[in-house]
């Protein structure tokens, strides 16, 4: 029989973002640490740099909760206040990816220099290095480039295991208990891998009388890696 919680509704992703719901484990300790020490950041900055699905953004929103920080998107700094925005902490988020953009560029440069001048911690998250960025903005790129980086890893295997469980809680998805284990021993070490398994087994598992099972598991990650060669039931 198919009780309430396994009924094919589209229930939507409420992610959980405090810092009691973030796991700190050898992997990303060190980041994690670097964070906190935001009071000692060189200059006051900081790039924190990680492959996507690392934490990147639920780290800032606790560094942010503990600064009173706000949260901007890069590409929305052209339109954004910047004066306004370099009175307080502040987090830009995807710094990388405006790369190329010569107006957001112009607009990142200058609330860098102006939290900078007023004392306000920034940071600024980022997929790769800034060493790595394509900017076209000389004096932007020698300022990122001079900027100490907190680096997410790809997870261990218990980080993995942690991230994959959150992903489904966020989900408001509940698996076999053999589930979990059963990815982190098969499973690429990745974070997009992790949330491409939990988005395939959430809707796949819609309707099913046993929800998200190993079975199920298995045969999500055959579909979505076919080079591994799960272990058979």
Wanted: charged content about 20%; overall charge negative.
């Amino acid at each position: 029989m198919i009780t309430p919680d396994q009924l094919p509704l589209p229930l939507p992703v409420r992610a959980a973002l405090g810092r009691e719901d973030y796991f700190v484990g050898q992997s990303n300790g060190l980041a994690v640490a670097l964070l906190d020490n935001w009071q000692s950041w060189p200059n006051g900055k900081m790039v924190l740099v990680g492959p996507s699905g690392a934490g990147k953004t639920h780290l800032a929103h606790v560094w942010a909760a503990e600064t009173g920080a706000a949260i901007v998107p890069a590409a929305s700094l052209p339109q954004a206040d910047i004066p306004a925005h370099a009175t307080a902490p502040i987090c830009v988020e995807d710094g990388d990816r405006i790369a190329g953009d010569r107006p957001a560029e112009e607009a990142l440069f200058h609330l860098h220099n102006l939290a900078l001048a007023q004392r306000q911690p920034l940071l600024v998250t980022a997929r790769s290095a800034p060493s790595l960025w394509p900017l076209v903005i000389p004096d932007l790129k020698s300022r990122m480039e001079g900027t100490q980086t907190a680096t997410l890893p790809d997870p261990d295997d218990t980080l993995l295991a942690a991230v994959i469980a959150k992903m489904l809680a966020d989900r408001q998805c509940v698996p076999a208990a053999d589930v979990i284990p059963y990815l982190v021993r098969h499973m690429p070490r990745s974070f997009a891998m992790a949330r491409a398994l939990v988005t395939a087994l959430d809707a796949n598992a819609m309707g099913r009388p046993k929800g998200i099972t190993r079975s199920l598991a298995r045969d999500i990650l055959a579909r979505l890696d076919p080079g591994q060669r799960p272990e058979a039931e």
